[in-house]
């Protein structure tokens, strides 16, 4: 070689003649590619490099930018390339095997139409196929892809599951890798949203519920939700997750460290007891309601709102739950909550949303709510303007559901003055209940001016809260309802201006004897 020929510039530029080729060729073949016909003719001149690093890196950096760019996968699939990956996953190495595998769930991923697009190329077999394979990431990556096809909708997830695929799942998480152990029991996650029943059928309760012996957190929070998943779908399939000894190991697995764990337990018992009354019963006479007041206390890691739905799921099913909601001291902490100016809207509304089941039963349970002072706060949120559409709704409804079993008057007197005619007319509803039968109430209530603030509301007749105005009224003798009447003390002046003042004639005529006998004595003197 010349010294010409080695010069910076020289070299520089045989570099970008080569670029030059390489992005030619590229094109060209992107292309040829585009049309169908060309993919069968290309592979036959070896389009596919022949060095098997090569073939697997090219797939690894495809699959890369597909994962992020839906329509670089539409367009592997469009063009073939998928499919020739596909039929050569068994033709070459490991690597490129699990290559292949990165590949398929990249693509699925996206949608459900990307993901049936998958399945009609026939990728289930060939996925499904790995998952006996001897390779672990062949089986992790081969597991992934298959939930992330199933996740989409109930038709793909039956796909899935009519192609064989739970009973290598279950096998496959029973393998001692704990990397393994994960990706299985994500992907029976993502079954078990659509297909809960064949999750059960397949025997996979009894083994998921031995994994919360692992002490891997990644590994606990996925099986706790494969359980979740399972117990959300209906009463039956719950009452076999318990039965599977689930309940005990998640009740432990709310203490845990990390706050996915606590997460995922919140969610398992959460999904336990909104299925029934009997459920609901098991959980707290396991002792599930101390551990799950103790979950309201966290401001960090999404605990709050599944440990308040949780609550209230329980405080909901019959008045003795909800008395043991109330007696494991949870109004107070949902209160806090309530009260917390920053709090995100899922706290509040789930927190209403308990505070409502819990003082639904009756004014006892009631009364519980009232004295914490939730009431007041409840209305703040319903007439705050700032507040989203959702927390107006649930604060509205706990209150309607707390103020129907209210018999607390010092709870109802401040809504009197504060409440919108909406929330209104249930305060004077319960007014109309307590009034009748309760003279020290009658008296406080014209003391305190409640009296006077029911005869200046507007109302219009035949309304619900006219009729309970007029309940009122009738509680208290006419002239005091007329006294405290807007108007009335105006009609009091006008009669006093219209007065003709009647002097009897002793005053006018003649003086008095008793005036003249001092008059004649202040003479003499």
């Known amino acids: 070689m010349t010294h010409s020929m080695s010069s910076p510039k020289n070299i520089q530029l045989i570099f970008e003649t080569y670029q030059k080729a390489r992005i030619a060729f590229v094109q060209a073949m992107a292309e040829l590619a585009t049309r169908a016909s060309n993919v069968k003719c290309l592979e036959s001149v070896g389009v596919l490099d022949p060095c098997s690093t090569v073939r697997q890196c090219a797939v690894v950096s495809v699959a890369r930018v597909a994962e992020h760019d839906e329509d670089l996968a539409r367009q592997l699939l469009a063009t073939g390339m998928a499919t020739i990956v596909l039929e050569n996953l068994n033709k070459y190495n490991v690597f490129y095997k699990r290559s292949a595998l990165y590949l398929m769930r990249a693509i699925a991923k996206h949608n459900e139409e990307v993901a049936s697009s998958i399945v009609r190329i026939g990728a289930l077999e060939h996925i499904v196929s790995c998952l006996d394979d001897f390779d672990t990431q062949v089986k992790e990556n081969a597991a992934w892809a298959l939930g992330y ?201 789930a927190a209403a949303w308990t505070l409502g089941h819990i003082a639904k039963h009756s004014p006892q349970h009631s009364l519980a709510v009232a004295v914490a002072n939730a009431l007041p706060r409840l209305l703040q949120l319903y007439t705050n303007p700032k507040a989203s559409a959702e927390v107006h709704a649930r604060a509205s409804c706990a209150l309607k559901q707390a103020l129907q079993c209210c018999l607390h008057r010092p709870a109802l007197e401040p809504l009197l003055h504060a409440a919108p005619a909406c929330i209104l007319k249930y305060v004077l509803a319960q007014y109309a209940k307590i009034l009748p039968n309760d003279a020290r109430a009658r008296r406080l209530f014209v003391t305190t001016g409640a009296l006077k603030r029911i005869q200046e509301i507007d109302t219009v007749p035949g309304t619900s809260l006219k009729e309970y105005i007029n309940i009122i009224n009738s509680c208290f003798p006419e002239e005091i309802v007329r006294y405290y009447t807007p108007g009335f003390s105006d009609s009091l002046l006008d009669r006093v201006e219209a007065f003709t003042p009647q002097i009897p004639e002793l005053f006018t005529d003649r003086v008095p004897s008793d005036c003249q006998s001092e008059l004649t004595v202040e003479n003499a003197n």
């Open 149 to 349: 096809i199933g996740k989409h909708n109930e038709v793909l997830a039956g796909m899935v599951v009519d192609a064989g695929t739970l009973p290598l799942l279950v096998l496959a998480f029973q393998e001692p890798e704990i990397s393994l152990k994960q990706i299985t029991a994500g992907a029976l996650v993502d079954l078990a949203q659509h297909k809960p029943e064949a999750v059960v059928d397949a025997g996979a309760i009894c083994h998921l519920v031995r994994a919360l012996e692992n002490q891997d957190p990644k590994l606990k929070r996925s099986t706790l939700c494969a359980l979740g998943a399972v117990a959300s779908a209906r009463a039956e399939l719950a009452e076999a997750v318990v039965a599977g000894g689930a309940l005990p190991p998640a009740l432990l697995h709310a203490g845990h460290d990390a706050a996915p764990v606590r997460r995922a337990t919140a969610c398992l018992l959460r999904d336990i007891v909104k299925q029934s009354v009997d459920l609901a019963q098991l959980v707290v006479n396991t002792g599930g309601c101390g551990p799950l007041v103790e979950l309201l206390s966290e401001s960090t890691g999404g605990v709050r709102v599944p440990a308040c739905m949780a609550l209230g799921y329980i405080a909901g099913q019959s008045d003795q739950l909800a008395m043991a909601v109330i007696e494991a001291k949870a109004i107070a902490v949902l209160v806090s909550i309530l009260q917390n100016t920053e709090g995100e809207d899922a706290e509040l509304c």
